[in-house]
């Protein structure tokens, strides 16, 4: 199964560390799309890249959120010295991002508990 | 702005019955792509069904179909012969192109769907 790949499914964090969140796209997928969803409420976007480039990172607090798309390798969501607040599930999608039809395909998503 | 409402939190049907989800949106553009994501507890987004803004007829895919109003810029969700496997979590979200020939997703809030025995 060549789908959306996040690892870890659960990640656990005590407050001031660093939470790395890695996705691999689905298979000819180069564009990457992260959410964050917080209980019960809906996905917040945060960032979109292409492969070596960030497209946008409107959603994406401008302190200790970090990402990036290498050439090779996985995507990785990374937050630093994490609060408390940070604690969410973490959902990354990818999409081919040819023109035309081509809805996003999601990871089975991180949830991130800060403690 | 663009925004995708789902003014309904929470719903239920009983199984067998049939049941819609409401979703308005707002955009000033003419070409984008409609979708509903189902959520069921296991987290996973399953994509139920989509619609294009060019196109005049209503999307179906089995027991899952849409009415999509686009001068009212409405885009509901009917689930028919409800089923307990339905019960989950359903976004409407709302895809657009961006003047740097990228797609921007936008999801609204959700609605949580009960599906009673």
């Known amino acids: ?115 | 702005a663009q925004t995708v409402t789902q003014s309904q939190p929470e719903m239920s049907v009983q199984e067998a019955e049939t049941v819609t989800l409401s979703c308005t949106y707002d955009t000033s553009e003419s070409d984008y792509y409609l979708f509903w994501y189902k959520q069921p507890p296991s987290r996973q987004m399953i994509l139920v069904i989509r619609q294009e803004a060019y196109k005049q007829q209503n999307a179906t895919e089995n027991r899952f179909s849409v009415n999509f109003q686009k001068a009212a810029k409405s885009f509901s969700l009917k689930i028919s012969d409800s089923q307990l496997g339905d019960a989950a979590m359903y976004f409407c979200a709302y895809r657009t192109p961006t003047t740097s020939g990228t797609y921007k997703y936008i999801f609204g809030t959700g609605t949580r769907l009960k599906v009673l025995a």
Request: proline share 7%; with cysteine.
């Open chain 1, 1 to 115: 199964n060549a789908g959306v790949m996040q690892n870890p499914r659960h990640l656990v964090r005590r407050r001031g560390q660093e939470a790395r969140l890695r996705c691999s796209p689905m298979k000819g997928h180069s564009h990457v799309y992260w959410y964050r969803q917080l209980p019960e409420e809906g996905l917040k976007f945060m960032v979109y890249l292409q492969k070596e480039n960030i497209i946008d990172e409107s959603g994406m607090p401008k302190e200790r959120f970090s990402a990036e798309f290498p050439k090779e390798g996985p995507s990785i969501l990374r937050i630093q010295q994490v609060v408390r607040g940070d604690s969410a599930a973490y959902f990354c999608a990818s999409s081919p991002g040819t023109l035309g039809y081509s809805p996003l395909h999601f990871g089975n998503g991180t949830r991130l508990t800060v403690t």
